[in-house]
């Protein structure tokens, strides 16, 4: 069984920074891909970013330049660093991941970590 833990949200006033981190565990052969996601209240969940094994990232346009994501391919781990902030970033990150359990698996399947919570005060 894969399990996601993000670990790292909470409360900060506007241009505060926060760094969000999400470790993976369990039978995992191979991560092809982390990301962040965010659902704010009344909303759709979005991407915010993705990173793959190669170091390949993709960025909303409504946080290029402000966010960072980076991975620890031999931690399982991948982390956000969120500067900048804004209070329309407020939301509950979400962590994903698209993996292998097996090298005999086809495709890989997508998991996702229970999130939290991040608060931008104006």
């Known amino acids: 069984q894969v399990q996601l833990v993000e670990s790292g949200g909470g409360l900060v006033q506007a241009g505060g920074s926060l760094r969000l981190s999400c470790t993976a565990s369990?039978?995992?052969?191979?991560?092809?891909?982390m990301g962040w996601y965010r659902q704010a209240p009344g909303k759709q969940r979005e991407l915010v970013a993705t990173i793959t094994g190669g170091g390949s990232t993709n960025y909303a346009d409504s946080v290029k330049g402000r966010f960072t994501i980076s991975r620890d391919k031999v931690k399982d781990m991948a982390s956000l660093q969120m500067n900048s902030l804004k209070p329309e970033d407020t939301a509950v990150y979400y962590c994903?991941?698209?993996?292998?359990?097996?090298?005999?698996?086809?495709?890989?399947?997508?998991?996702w970590g229970r999130g939290t919570q991040v608060t931008v005060s104006s």
């Open positions: 994903n991941a698209d993996l292998l359990i097996s090298a005999g698996d086809v495709r890989p399947a997508s998991y």
């Open positions: 369990g039978r995992i052969f191979s991560i092809r891909v």
